[in-house]
């Protein structure tokens, strides 16, 4: 059974910062790609970023490019996303998924992290 774990959400200010963790198990992790995605409060979820097998296959959604690197631990099974110069707009439910980014919607999800950018 696929399990997916998120945690580090929370409040933080405008320009602050934050680390996600995703936690998986019930999977080979190493081989598969892993996506973020995220859903503010009454829009759609919004993909940000996938890496594949290795943190040298990234990708990024253009609104969070350079601010949200994506990467993962393979030996701890680890999915993290270290969120930087955060900005009101960023707030949303931040959940990690089990695939790359056109295939993360087919796959297992976690219960999500929320993250709140406010002053």
């Known amino acids: 059974q696929v399990q997916l774990v998120e945690s580090g959400g929370g409040l933080v200010q405008p320009g602050g910062s934050l680390r996600l963790s995703c936690a998986a198990s019930?999977?080979?992790?190493?081989?598969?790609?892993m996506t973020w995605a995220r859903q503010a409060p009454g829009k759609g979820l919004e993909w940000i970023a996938s890496?594949?097998?290795?943190?040298?296959?990234?990708q990024y959604a253009d609104s969070v490019k350079g601010r949200l690197p994506i990467s993962k631990n393979n030996a701890k099974k680890t999915l993290f996303v270290e969120m930087s110069s955060l900005k009101p707009e960023d707030t949303a439910v931040y959940y990690c998924?089990?695939?790359?980014?056109?295939?993360?919607?087919?796959?297992?999800r976690g219960q999500g992290t929320q993250v709140t950018v406010s002053s």
């Open positions: 890496v594949g097998s290795s943190n040298d296959d990234t």
């Open positions: 998924f089990v695939g790359g980014r056109l295939t993360y919607g087919q796959g297992a």
């Open positions: 019930g999977i080979t992790f190493s081989s598969d790609a």
